[in-house]
Structures are given as structure tokens and as C-alpha cells.
């Protein structure tokens, strides 16, 4: 279960959380008529069956879980429904948005279900139920192109970046079975760490950090909050979500660009997806 | 005072490079002031420094510095809260500490003066973070200073007690972890079904009193 994550806790050592691919997540509910910020599923790698006792609009974005529906669409699925989600066709997650929303309680003042600590719930079993809400605020909608995932990640320079060669850039690296939501460890080249030591300090989503190993390592959505070891870059806001959509074994390259392009970017793909209102 | 940007959505404001009170007053300040704020997503301090995180949708960068400025210069005068003092009980040792004989060891001390020492210390909780309410300590006598475990261990018990380099904590939940564990308390850090704040926040001066087994 996820929503955009609970924020405003980081100082008690609580990051975000929230949906890996936070744009689906946000298309989805836009989709079905939500807020943007409401409760939905989750699918990371696989799926699994969703029964619906009563009518109900969804939508499906991310990626292709072989449910055989349309996915980027409202799509209607009547009472007795059961909606199967099996192994991804493509990338890392598939989301489920339901028209009113996915009506579980708010711990912190978010849905998000926090993994590696239990904070917000855990995640769903087989046999669970799930209610669903009344909260849409507009009419369904779509379909909406999806964006594709090509070409390197965008980062610009993180706090230590003139430590740093340009390693990071020179060849792909491979995303680790180890990833998870805490953070993606990449194989590859690797990278000279700075001499002497650093104190820790807070650390942002999407930051690349770079242990002794010299395997850098991604930091995603259940982030640490501060960290010591240094970071030549930090992945732009546009391309979180191809991270979450980054499988074990997909390769990675990254691309340094400013911090003004990167706010060009954002701009683009928050216009792409305001189409649909 | 140094601020850069960390990301294309947030801002690292640096108070000095090694850890001194006059740093953490500043991260106090800072944390406080710029709270709550419209478009401020996260707060993130630590040793010497706080990261900002806002929505880069409602804010940018030279904004941002502005507000920081402004919120620091504003808060100067303001006195600090008072501090609170939470005592700790611990038992050390045996099943609840099992490096406390590494720590004697490292340190040349024997198991008793090292809890002794431990206990007899008043520690300020100079960050909250890393992970969920996890408080960084300082104070720890430099006599009891031991490095991490070389390789963390992957199941560290709630409410254990530890030193991990020049610094003490204590575990709020059973995660992974690399620093000594010396004891361990029942008092509980945080119960991740209620909504913080958890029992340990920044600025707050701890004690730690050595109870017997069976105390817990």
C-alpha cells in the first residue's frame, strides 16, 4: 500500500517512503478520478489476484503485469471481478489505483507503507481485504501515453562531486539482487573513494553514495536519513520513477547535467501529466 | 555557515567540519526554525549540518537560501528551549550486551569500568536520524571509544544499548546494525503504530542507570 509518502518526519531519522514510481502512482489516481495523492497498490516484480465484491473503476500504470487489461486507462471491472496481476513483462512495479481510493488508515499522516520498518502497516497477504473509499473528486478519465524509460539517468553533482572523477559516467552499471526500497546497489566500475574520512550528514533522495567497495549505491524511497559515506551526484526528481521501475540485473548509465535543466525536465513531465485534468 | 545544493530539490547547510557545540546550536536552531514551513518537505540534521528538502515545484534553490537566512536570523535571539533529561535504564552485560568484553578489551578497561564509566556519563542527543528515532549520543567518555563491528550484524534486538566510534545510541527498533551493544533497556524509543515524537529528540540530555537483570 502506498501513497506519495509521509513527509515532515525526517528529523526523527523517518524518511518519505511512498510509491517507488511515484509518477504511475500519481497517474493512476488521476486516472480513476482521485487525488493524486491517494492510497494504492503496489506490485513490485509480481503480482497477485484481486477479487472485487462490489463494481469498481481502476487503473493500471507502471508496468505491464499481464493482467490483460488496458493499462494508462479507467478501466470498469464488475462485482465478482477477480483481477490477476502475475510477473512483470517489463519493468519493476506495477500500480493499482480504484476509483475513491484504497480507504486504509493513515499512520503520520500517510497511507505509505514503510518496508524496512513496519511503520504504516506491512505489506499485503494473501486473504487480506481492503476497503474501498468515496474519496474521488473528479470524473475517470484517459487513456494517457506513458513515458518510457531510455537513455541514461540524469543526476547533477552531489555534495562531495568535486571529490570525484568521472568514473560514475564511464561505463553501465548492473542493479544487485541486494536492492530494495532502502536503496538500489549498483555493480560495476569501481569508483576511487575520496581519502579522510566525512561526518554524517542528511542525506536526499535519489542520492548516490560511494562506500569503501567503490560500488555506488542509489539511495530510493526508504532512505536512510543521514549517511557518511561521500556522493559525487544525486539523480534528478524527473527520473525517480525509472528508478522504480529498475529490475535486478537491468543496467544503469548516468548523465550529469545542471540543476536547471533539471527543473526544466520536471517542468515537461508535470505538464505531461497535468494533461489529464 | 555554507549552503550548496545536495540535489535538483535540496539544499545542505553546513555549520563548521568537525562537531563543536556552536554547531549544534546552530542545527537546533535551524531544524526548529525552519519547521513547517510551505514547501519544505523534510528536515535533516546531523553532526554539524542540515539537509533541506523541499518541493522543487513550489520552491527553488535561491529561495530557499533566502528563507534559511531569513529563519536563522530571526531565530538569534530567541533563547534555546530548555533541555530535558531522560533517564535510561539499562542492564549491561551477558545476553543484553554481548560486546561488552570487545569494549573492555579495545579500551584496555575492565566489564565493570566500562559500565561504570557509561553510566556515570551525561549524553546529548546531538541527531535523531539514520534510521527511524535512532539517537546519535554525544558524551561518551573518550576512554570508552570503540570502532564498529567490521561487518554489521543483521539482527540487532530493540532497546539495545551501544557505542559506535566516539558516539553512544540506542536502537529504537530491531534493524540491522554495526555498533557495539553494551546492554540493553525496556523502555522503548518508539512504537512505530504511534506517531512520533519518539521518547529521544534532539538537544534532549540522557543518563544511563545500570539496573540488575530482571529490572528490565
Known sequence: MQDLGRFGWAHFGISASGAADALALRAGN?????????????????????????????????????????????????????????????????????????????????????????????????????????????????????????????????????????????????????????????????????????????????????????????????????????????????????????????????????IDQALDLLRAQERWLYSLL | MTIRPASDRSLLVSFATGITPEAHREVVRLTRAMHGLRGILNLHPAFCSVLVDFDPRLRHHAEVEALIHERLESAAHEPPAAARTVEIPVVYGGENGPDLEDVARHTGLAPEQVIQMHAAAEYTVAFVGFSTCFPYLDGLPSALATPRLSAPRKRVPVGSVAIGGIHAGVYPLESPGGWRLIGRTSLRLFDPAATPPPLLRMDDRVRFIPVPEGRL
Not at chain 1, 488508515?105 to 487480506?128: E, I, N, Q
Not at chain 1, 536519513?225 to 521501475?245: C, E, H, M
Open chain 1, 30 to 258: 488521476l486516472l480513476v478520478g482521485n487525488a493524486e495523492n491517494a492510497a494504492a497498490l503496489e506490485m513490485t516484480l509480481i503480482g497477485g489476484a484481486f477479487e472485487f465484491e462490489a463494481a469498481a473503476v481502476i487503473a493500471l500504470t507502471g508496468s505491464d503485469f499481464g493482467a490483460g487489461l488496458p493499462h494508462w486507462t479507467a478501466v470498469e471491472i464488475p462485482a465478482g471481478h477477480v483481477v490477476r496481476c502475475g510477473p512483470t513483462r517489463s519493468g519493476a512495479r506495477c500500480y493499482m489505483a480504484v476509483r475513491g481510493g484504497i480507504a486504509v488508515p493513515k499512520v503520520m499522516g500517510s497511507a505509505s507503507v514503510h518496508v524496512m520498518t513496519g511503520v504504516g502497516g506491512r505489506p499485503l497477504r494473501a486473504g487480506d481485504t481492503l476497503p474501498i473509499g468515496d474519496a474521488a473528486v473528479r470524473r475517470a478519465r484517459g487513456p494517457l501515453e506513458p513515458l518510457t524509460s531510455a537513455g541514461p539517468v540524469r543526476v547533477t553533482p552531489g555534495p562531495q562531486s568535486d571529490a570525484f572523477a568521472s568514473e560514475l559516467y564511464a561505463a553501465p552499471y548492473t542493479v544487485s539482487e541486494e536492492s530494495n526500497r532502502m536503496g538500489l546497489r549498483l555493480r560495476g566500475l569501481a569508483i576511487p573513494s575520496p581519502a579522510g574520512s566525512m561526518l554524517s550528514e542528511g542525506v536526499p533522495l535519489g542520492a548516490i553514495q560511494v562506500p569503501p567497495d567503490g560500488q555506488p549505491i542509489v539511495l530510493f524511497v526508504e532512505h536512510q536519513t543521514t549517511g557518511g559515506y561521500p556522493k559525487p551526484a544525486n539523480v534528478i526528481s524527473a527520473d525517480f520513477w525509472r528508478l522504480g521501475q529498475l529490475r535486478p540485473r537491468d543496467q544503469v548509465t548516468f548523465e550529469c547535467i545542471t
